[in-house]
């Protein structure tokens, strides 16, 4: 007998696929494996934590999710399509093209061309994929900056403003065109524990506003204690995850002393010797 689909309980119906399912991923470099064998579902409209020590891989597996790098093995699914193998015809790109369209990137970096005002640097993804005409932009690109707390800021200059502000202006360009999906490399490095709260709320606010799904890479305690629904952790040293679950419980619960040092650390910091 076939067994029966997954239901949800509620109305009987069956349950939809995760937003997004990493299955089975190899990541490698040439001959140099850094993580294998992944897995892991994120949930429609939870923050989600890829975390784990320094080269463990964190942002080389949002490459792989946004397409940047191809798997060695394995996919990811987004609603159940699969992004890496499921084309038809041509060499993919076109799929991938069109599943990353949903997607808004912050890279590590959070570069914003210095050359151009706050409003230009966010207008550049409208004015290159979407048919608003320049009035419209202006009122997407005002809206979009008063959403990171940027109103009045639209002409000033990248090299004009605090590490804070550039972060919510890169925050604002990665939302120009509606993304469902936010993917965000280390967001918080690199500024104090003031600012770094403050985007962490921002991340929190666009989630329960907008309905994003929002996958983080963060070594951050403070940010993954504040705003992670859900996290995996990646291990360098035998390259594959070997945890996943709400960190809150995984502090205490984790199987891996490992990742239960990793989330207790700030309190070891704090403790006098
Ligand atoms: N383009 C590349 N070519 C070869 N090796 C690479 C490349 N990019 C990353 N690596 C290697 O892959 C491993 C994982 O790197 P990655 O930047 O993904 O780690 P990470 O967990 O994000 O680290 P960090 O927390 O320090 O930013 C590292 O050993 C790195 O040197």
Same mark, same amino acid.
């Given at each position: ?117 706050? @409003? &230009?640097? +966010? #207008? $550049?993804?409208?004015? %290159? ?6 009035? !419209?932009? @202006? &009122?997407? +690109? #005002? $809206?979009?900056?008063? %959403? ?6 639209? !002409? ?118």
């Amino acid at each position: 007998m076939e067994p029966a689909p997954p239901r949800n309980g509620q109305n009987g119906q069956a349950a939809p696929p995760p937003r997004i399912a990493v299955r089975n991923l190899d990541m490698a470099f040439g001959g140099f494996v850094v993580q294998r064998d992944v897995s892991f579902t994120v949930r429609r409209g939870e923050i989600f934590v890829i975390m784990g020590d320094s080269g463990c891989g964190k942002s080389t597996m949002l490459k792989h999710m946004i397409g940047l790098i191809r798997p060695a093995r394995g996919d990811v699914l987004y609603d159940g399509e699969s992004f890496w193998g499921g084309s038809a015809g041509g060499d993919g790109t076109d799929h991938r093209m069109a599943i990353s369209r949903r997607f808004g990137v912050l890279f590590q970096s959070g570069a914003l061309w210095s050359s151009m005002t706050l @409003a &230009e640097n +966010v #207008a $550049l993804p409208m004015t %290159l994929y979407t048919d608003l005409d320049a009035r !419209e932009v @202006a &009122e997407m +690109v #005002a $809206l979009k900056l008063a %959403l990171v707390g940027l109103r009045g800021f639209e !002409e000033y200059y990248p090299s004009e403003i605090s590490g804070g502000m550039r972060k919510r202006a890169g925050l604002a360009r990665a939302m120009a065109l509606d993304p469902d999906i936010l993917f965000l490399d280390e967001p918080s490095a690199g500024l104090d524990p003031l600012s770094s709260r403050r985007l962490d709320d921002l991340i929190l606010e666009l989630r329960d506003n907008l309905g994003s799904t929002v996958v983080i890479v963060t070594h951050e305690l403070a940010s993954i204690f504040a705003i992670a629904d859900d996290a995996v952790f990646l291990d360098a040293e035998s390259r594959t995850a070997i945890a996943h679950g709400n960190p809150r419980d995984l502090i205490d619960h984790a199987e891996s002393p490992k990742v239960r040092e990793f989330l207790h650390r700030g309190e070891m910091a704090a403790t006098p010797v």
